[in-house]
């Protein structure tokens, strides 16, 4: 979920509300749009900054009232109306939400934010096919190229500024993906010949990008280092066809068994080999390959990142979600999708540390192939018989390693060491802490070591 694309423009009376809260002084922000509103209760802005001072106490009724009133005062401001979607997202009231996000919408037909909330309000009320074609519409805008999607230089396009950061910052690992990438798809014919000079940009770029000792940490890219590879970075230049692939699933899957077998086994794992159909699974290879769709890079590690709301959507992976809800109803149990992803490891290095998942199940599964990796035993999943405790929030379990430590350490009892091999899936308890095994794959663009991620319903945590 993206953020609300900029504040409305604030009356002269509300400025100074304005200031003090961004400037951290909630009580003051309140104090001053109070006091606007008791002379003029129609400031759409007044009422706004006292809905985000009461939405960060709690306060979320109060808060959904003034934005629905500073909304209704200023009925051709976009962004008053993604800040009240987003925050009936925040309520559970994904209806209400949607409604939000298509009136912005019809006042901002470019508004990134408004597209992407509207796809996480679809994707919550279960309609997948329309959470992936609002996504979609928000790339266009957002990440849009001179050869997919939007152009840039058309100006149609409405970002947050801090959207506009991902073309600002980059580390040498992404650089070396992007590059080998372009390469990879050149040598298949896949792009056309023009790009074989912003092919040459990147490779300016990276030669003297400096950080081959820390090659994850990012840095800001310079003006001429912008100029060099601005039509390409972070932005989507190619997507493969998207082949029918139905089922997603492999068809002799004994749904059964995997369903006893989960439900039978402490912790709650289980190895599934097989997974997907072959036709799924060759096509899900390409687009893993070929889309250019790895925007993020992850400093621990220097892996890059796929997500479902960024174009992680080839069709066989919408397939799998609805097939594993309905062909494994034993496990999901109802539970819809929450959130999807990749990774895409280098040819050495670590894996992801140890963490949990904001999600009921876990469906982890790799897709490439087995010639490329030499050691199948170091390079596969570690799921440890310790579940984050459920007064953990996000935080703790994501993004507190230490404290994961100690918590292993302390249970002592022993994980279940999955190795790796293509087309495997690992179906688990989210909430169980996990880790993946050092990278030690083969040479060569095609032989990264890539994971798909599909997380089902919510995680049990206290209030």
Request: charged content about 25%.
């Amino acid at each position: 979920m993206t953020g609300s694309h900029g504040a409305p423009e604030p009356s002269p009376g509300a400025g100074a509300a304005f200031a003090a809260y961004r400037a951290g002084r909630s009580g003051e922000a309140e104090a001053i749009g109070r006091a606007i509103l008791a002379h003029d209760p129609r400031d759409a802005g007044a009422h706004y900054v006292c809905g985000l001072v009461a939405a960060d106490r709690g306060a979320l009724d109060h808060a959904r009232e003034a934005f629905e009133t500073a909304a209704a005062l200023a009925p051709d401001k976009a962004s008053l109306r993604i800040t009240l979607g987003n925050l009936a997202l925040r309520q559970g009231d994904d209806e209400a939400a949607e409604r939000a996000f298509r009136s912005a919408l019809a006042q901002a037909p470019g508004s990134v934010a408004a597209h992407t909330n509207l796809g996480a309000a679809c994707k919550r009320q279960g309609r997948l096919e329309e959470a992936v074609a609002c996504y979609r519409a928000g790339l266009a805008f957002y990440r849009g190229s001179a050869w997919w999607g939007t152009d840039p230089a058309s100006g149609t396009a409405v970002l947050d500024p801090a959207q506009q950061e991902t073309f600002r910052i980059a580390c040498r690992a992404k650089l070396e993906f992007d590059l080998a990438q372009i390469d990879h798809l050149l040598a298949q014919d896949l792009l056309p010949p023009a790009l074989a000079d912003a092919r040459e940009g990147l490779r300016r770029v990276l030669e003297g990008f400096g950080g081959e000792g820390r090659p994850n940490t990012p840095r800001p890219l310079t003006a001429g280092e912008r100029r060099l590879i601005g039509s390409v970075y972070n932005r989507v230049i190619h997507r493969p066809p998207e082949e029918a692939t139905l089922p997603a699933l492999n068809p002799r899957l004994d749904a059964g068994a995997i369903e006893r077998r989960y439900n039978a086994t402490t912790p709650s794992v289980v190895v599934v080999d097989d997974l997907l159909s072959a036709p799924a699974l060759a096509a899900l290879q390409r687009f893993c390959r070929e889309a250019t769709i790895w925007f993020d890079c992850k400093e621990h590690g220097g892996y890059l990142g796929a997500y479902l709301h960024e174009g992680f959507d080839h069709p066989a992976l919408v397939a799998l979600a609805r097939e594993l809800g309905q062909r494994l109803s034993g496990i999901v149990a109802g539970h819809r999708l929450t959130q999807m992803w990749a990774f895409s490891y280098g040819q050495a290095g670590g894996g992801t540390r140890k963490h949990a998942d904001k999600a009921a199940v876990n469906v982890n599964l790799w897709v490439t192939p087995d010639e490329a990796c030499p050691d199948p035993e170091a390079a596969g999943l570690t799921v440890h018989d310790v579940a984050a405790p459920p007064d953990w929030g996000f935080a703790d379990y994501n993004l507190d390693p230490m404290r994961l430590e100690r918590l292993v350490e302390r249970d002592g009892r022993s994980p279940v060491q999955v190795p790796y091999r293509c087309n495997r899936a690992v179906i688990f308890d989210s909430s169980l802490i996990h880790e993946s095994g050092d990278v030690r794959f083969r040479p060569g663009f095609a032989n990264r070591r890539i994971n798909v991620t599909l997380l089902f319903g919510e995680r049990a945590e206290a209030a």
